[in-house]
Every structure is written in structure tokens, then in C-alpha cells.
């Protein structure tokens, strides 16, 4: 018997087809499912909103279309098993924070203001990411590829992680765990942050610790929002306590027209597309497509799904990582 898989979300038709082509799996598309095919899925594939899963009553497993769980750590059904695709937004998001340094280190933004405002003007001295101090808060696929990224400039490389040691395979110069966070807020020139949502992330940049940051640091943020007290932010960088920062989540999201964080000169806000997984890259929705399909040829034969969370941390377990 051939189990039911429901697509919530509108993949790419290449790659819809070759689910559609598997012998072991009955595929349905339906960015709106009705009540009958939500009662007789057993896989879902997407982003379900809670009402859809209380209707999926033979629900096994929900592989999600995003490297963040945070949405489904309440009220998930018992015994389903949910797995997110981490490992599918190195490339994306690793771009994005280099642009976003770059941007900053040489005004462009401020330039951009300029133009909007037929303004020619110089905005002084700019700076160059080479052989500067990079804290990465997350040590995972997309730290390691930001990683790669900076290494060509010469970076020095702190990844900070909640388990410490070092391991060969990735590409940072060290491992600290969030017991140093202070200290090495103090010696960062760039800091990364790719942290998922749990109880002890949130508010983790508050203002006592965005103080501590370099006057000519940089901060960028493609995790999630929650991360940094906004409030705390707004003020730093409008006393110019920082060189600049580069959002792309905010707290609250989406950022309310009157939030006076759209008014800071020095921060760069983009609406959460760096991690997008349809409509953006076409790197990452092949990435996203092969972690779905190796999971539902595991889960055919009885394996270990890659990226399986783990509820009572909100990460995903250690084991079969993609």
C-alpha cells in the first residue's frame, strides 16, 4: 500500500513530477487541501498551519519547508515525527551576509540614500572585511558556509555553539559555547547570527551586550528576529554606538510602517528572503527538493530521517544531520 503524501506548498513542476514518478508513494499538490485530503495524509511536505494538522488524523511524519521549527514546538501532534531542511540555505544565506558586510564597510546603503535623494556626497573612510574578527552565533550549515566565504578574506573565525570542542570537518578557527558569548562579543568586528527560535535564544543580543560590541562592528541577523532586543538595537544605533547592522528578521516581523527601526541610517532591513525556500534561488530549492526526496526514500525503507528535531531543545538531533 502505497502511503499518502501531501504537498502543501507549490514546489517546482520538475520536481513535483519526479514525486509524482515514485512507485512507493501516492502524491497530492494542494496549496488549499480539503478536509478529505488532510484526513488521509499520512506524509505532509510544507509549512501545515495548525488547523490543517488537527485534521490530519493518520498523520506519520511532517517534513517542513523550513530550517526553523519554532511555529510547530506547541501543540504538535503526538508521535508524528517533524523534520525541517536544514542544510538547504548555506548558499542563500552565506551571500547574503558577506553582501550585507560589504554594504556596510563601503556605505552603499548611505550612497543609495543619497541617490534617492539626488544628494552627490562622499561618505567618508570605508572598511575591508580582510583579516577581520568573525563571531558566527550558530555553528551549523549555514555558519560553515558563511564560513568559506569570509575564509577568503583572511578571517579569523569563532563559532559559537551550545556544545563545545572542535571537529575537522568545518571550517572554523574555534568553537565557543554561550558561556563566552560576552568575551567574544568584545573581540568581534563581524558578527553573524543564523540562530534558530528556543527559550534560550530569544532576547540573547539585549542591551547590556549589544554594549559591549565595537564601535565599528557590524551586525547582521538571518535567523530569527527574536534573537535581538529591537528596542535595545534602535538605540544603539542611533547614538552610533555600532558601524551598522543588517536585518533580515526583525522582532516584531513583519516590521509595523510606524516601528522606528526603518529610521536608523545605519541599518540595512530586507523582508526575511534570504532564507526563502521557493521563489528565490534556484540553489536552494534544489537543495530543499533533495533533502525531501532523501528522506522520503528513508523513510520507504525503514532509515532515519536527516534533520528529525528534537522538541526538548527545539535543534534538530545531532545524528543524520544534512
Same mark, same amino acid.
Request: hydrophobic share 35%; aromatic share 6%; charged share 30%.
Given at each position: 500500500?502505497?502511503?499518502?503524501?501531501?504537498?502543501?506548498?507549490?514546489?517546482?513542476?520538475?520536481?513535483?513530477?519526479?514525486?509524482?514518478?515514485?512507485?512507493?508513494?501516492?502524491?497530492?499538490?494542494?496549496?488549499?487541501?480539503?478536509?478529505?485530503?488532510?484526513?488521509?495524509?499520512? *506524509?505532509?511536505?510544507?509549512?501545515?498551519?495548525?488547523?490543517?494538522?488537527?485534521?490530519?488524523?493518520? $498523520?506519520?511524519?511532517?517534513?517542513?519547508?523550513?530550517?526553523?521549527?519554532?511555529?510547530?514546538?506547541?501543540?504538535?501532534?503526538?508521535?508524528?515525527?517533524?523534520?525541517?531542511?536544514?542544510?538547504?540555505?548555506? /548558499?542563500?544565506?552565506?551571500?547574503?551576509?558577506?553582501?550585507?558586510? #560589504?554594504?556596510?564597510?563601503?556605505?552603499?546603503?548611505?550612497?543609495?540614500?543619497?541617490?534617492?535623494?539626488?544628494?552627490? &556626497?562622499?561618505?567618508?573612510?570605508?572598511?575591508?572585511?580582510?583579516?577581520?574578527?568573525?563571531?558566527? $552565533?550558530?555553528?551549523?550549515?549555514?555558519?560553515?558556509?558563511?564560513?568559506?566565504?569570509?575564509?577568503?578574506?583572511?578571517?579569523? *573565525?569563532?563559532?559559537?555553539? /551550545?556544545?563545545?570542542?572542535?571537529?575537522?570537518?568545518?571550517?572554523?578557527?574555534?568553537?565557543?559555547?554561550?558561556?563566552?558569548?560576552?568575551?567574544? #562579543?568584545?573581540?568581534?568586528?563581524?558578527?553573524?547570527?543564523?540562530?534558530?527560535?528556543?527559550?534560550?535564544?530569544?532576547?540573547?543580543?539585549?542591551?547590556?551586550?549589544?554594549?559591549?560590541?565595537?564601535?565599528?562592528?557590524?551586525? *547582521?541577523?538571518?535567523?530569527?528576529?527574536?534573537?535581538?532586543?529591537?528596542?535595545?538595537?534602535?538605540?544603539?544605533?542611533?547614538?552610533? /554606538? *555600532?558601524?551598522?547592522?543588517?536585518?533580515?528578521?526583525?522582532?516584531?516581523?513583519? $516590521?509595523?510602517?510606524? &516601528?522606528?527601526?526603518?529610521?536608523?541610517?545605519?541599518?540595512?532591513?530586507?523582508? &526575511?528572503?534570504?532564507?526563502?525556500?521557493?521563489?528565490? #534561488?534556484?540553489?536552494?530549492?534544489? /537543495?530543499?527538493?533533495?533533502?525531501?526526496?532523501?528522506?522520503?526514500?528513508?523513510?520507504?525503507?525503514?532509515?532515519?530521517? #536527516?534533520?528529525?528535531?528534537?522538541?526538548?531543545?527545539?535543534?534538530?538531533?545531532?545524528?543524520?544531520?544534512?
Amino acid at each position: 500500500m502505497k502511503k499518502k503524501v501531501l504537498l502543501v506548498q507549490p514546489f517546482r513542476a520538475e520536481h513535483i513530477e519526479r514525486l509524482y514518478n515514485t512507485e512507493k508513494y501516492n502524491v497530492i499538490q494542494s496549496d488549499e487541501p480539503t478536509d478529505e485530503e488532510l484526513s488521509e495524509a499520512e *506524509i505532509i511536505l510544507g509549512m501545515p498551519t495548525a488547523q490543517q494538522l488537527e485534521k490530519a488524523q493518520k $498523520l506519520e511524519w511532517v517534513q517542513i519547508s523550513s530550517a526553523g521549527n519554532e511555529k510547530y514546538m506547541k501543540n504538535f501532534p503526538d508521535g508524528v515525527i517533524l523534520t525541517n531542511l536544514s542544510g538547504a540555505f548555506g /548558499r542563500s544565506m552565506s551571500e547574503f551576509a558577506l553582501t550585507m558586510v #560589504l554594504n556596510l564597510y563601503k556605505h552603499l546603503h548611505l550612497c543609495r540614500d543619497n541617490q534617492n535623494n539626488a544628494f552627490w &556626497h562622499d561618505e567618508g573612510r570605508q572598511k575591508s572585511p580582510r583579516g577581520k574578527n568573525v563571531l558566527l $552565533l550558530g555553528a551549523g550549515n549555514i555558519a560553515s558556509e558563511t564560513a568559506e566565504l569570509f575564509k577568503a578574506f583572511e578571517c579569523s *573565525i569563532t563559532a559559537i555553539r /551550545r556544545i563545545a570542542g572542535i571537529e575537522a570537518k568545518y571550517p572554523f578557527d574555534r568553537f565557543e559555547t554561550l558561556d563566552s558569548l560576552d568575551e567574544e #562579543l568584545k573581540k568581534a568586528d563581524i558578527i553573524i547570527c543564523s540562530l534558530p527560535e528556543t527559550k534560550k535564544t530569544k532576547k540573547l543580543l539585549n542591551k547590556d551586550r549589544l554594549l559591549l560590541l565595537k564601535p565599528d562592528a557590524v551586525l *547582521i541577523n538571518l535567523g530569527r528576529g527574536s534573537l535581538i532586543d529591537t528596542d535595545a538595537l534602535v538605540e544603539i544605533l542611533n547614538e552610533n /554606538r *555600532i558601524l551598522g547592522a543588517a536585518l533580515d528578521v526583525t522582532d516584531p516581523e513583519p $516590521l509595523p510602517e510606524e &516601528h522606528p527601526l526603518w529610521k536608523c541610517r545605519n541599518a540595512i532591513i530586507t523582508p &526575511h528572503i534570504t532564507g526563502g525556500s521557493l521563489g528565490h #534561488l534556484d540553489e536552494t530549492e534544489r /537543495r530543499l527538493f533533495e533533502i525531501c526526496s532523501e528522506n522520503l526514500q528513508r523513510y520507504a525503507e525503514g532509515k532515519p530521517l #536527516l534533520n528529525k528535531v528534537d522538541f526538548s531543545s527545539g535543534y534538530r538531533q545531532n545524528e543524520n544531520r544534512k
